[in-house]
């Protein structure tokens, strides 16, 4: 329908925000995964886009099942995407298997975005998703393709054994994370007592100690997921590597605080808080 005007002008192209690729498995109850990472990717003023790994059947209550898509589905759809559109910072979260950890660390090698690498070993309701013989995959490829690696405490100790039960034991967990090829660790010690959630970036050689109050809410479903996705945002939108963490500190910190109840189990943090 035109006015007696005429019809509207048309409108010029905006510029595209910055793009941010997560590679990761789906969750079918929307508070993690690739779910979890689209929502904080928009939240964030970015263009979010993804690579599915695996879809899992998944609630407040635990994972219900896990199914890998195969190397030639993550494939394409990642050329699909990078040959195309093109990424400025890349996220991986969930892989689950030995091939898919190969197939992933083999298309990073050829991206020069910034990379964070989320190592996704058990889910918030302590379900497996990394198979055991893919831990020395991603210590052996995927780790030395990160520019940041974002491990929690259980996380540290299946990739290399060092058990953090104080803040004083994070130096050596990110030593332990450090030998293994990324440029940076981002320690989470979000689960250690004591009155605020205290994490540790370093690149071994500089310290960032990043430390926010200690929130009570229970439900915490995706904080792994949207810290790391945040950090990626960051980078993408071409801030250093030490400020990017403090900014995603800052944001998983809000959306924690947020968090509501769903189902019957663990509710997600809200992505959308700021909004």
Request: charged fraction near 15%; proline fraction near 7%; aromatic fraction near 2%.
């Amino acid at each position: 329908m035109t006015s007696a005007a005429g019809p509207a002008a048309p409108r010029p192209d905006s510029a595209a925000p910055p793009r941010v690729l997560t590679v990761a498995g789906s969750d079918s109850g929307g508070g993690a995964g690739i779910q979890a990472d689209l929502k904080t990717m928009l939240a964030l003023g970015t263009h979010g886009m993804s690579v599915l790994t695996a879809v899992t059947a998944q609630n407040s209550l635990g994972v219900q099942g896990a199914w890998p898509l195969p190397g030639e589905a993550i494939r394409a759809q990642f050329r699909s995407v990078v040959d195309d559109i093109g990424v400025q910072a890349v996220k991986t979260g969930m892989l689950g298997t030995a091939a898919t950890v190969e197939t992933v660390a083999e298309l990073l090698a050829g991206v020069a975005a910034p990379v964070v690498v989320d190592p996704v070993g058990v889910s918030k309701h302590g379900d497996r998703l990394l198979a055991a013989d893919a831990v020395h995959a991603v210590r052996s490829v995927l780790l030395p393709a990160a520019t940041v690696v974002t491990p929690n405490l259980d996380e540290v100790a299946q990739l290399t054994g060092v058990r953090v039960t104080a803040e004083s034991d994070l130096r050596a967990a990110a030593e332990a994370v450090l030998a293994y090829g990324p440029r940076w660790a981002l320690i989470k010690g979000g689960h250690l007592p004591g009155g605020d959630a205290v994490d540790l970036l370093t690149d071994g050689s500089t310290e960032h100690w990043l430390r926010a109050p200690r929130n009570p809410n229970r439900h915490t479903h995706g904080t792994g997921c949207t810290l790391a996705s945040a950090l990626a945002c960051g980078l993408a939108r071409g801030a250093e590597l030490p400020a990017a963490a403090r900014a995603a500190k800052e944001y998983v910190t809000g959306a924690l605080a947020a968090g509501f109840p769903l189902g019957a189990g663990i509710g997600p943090v809200h992505h959308g808080y700021r909004i």
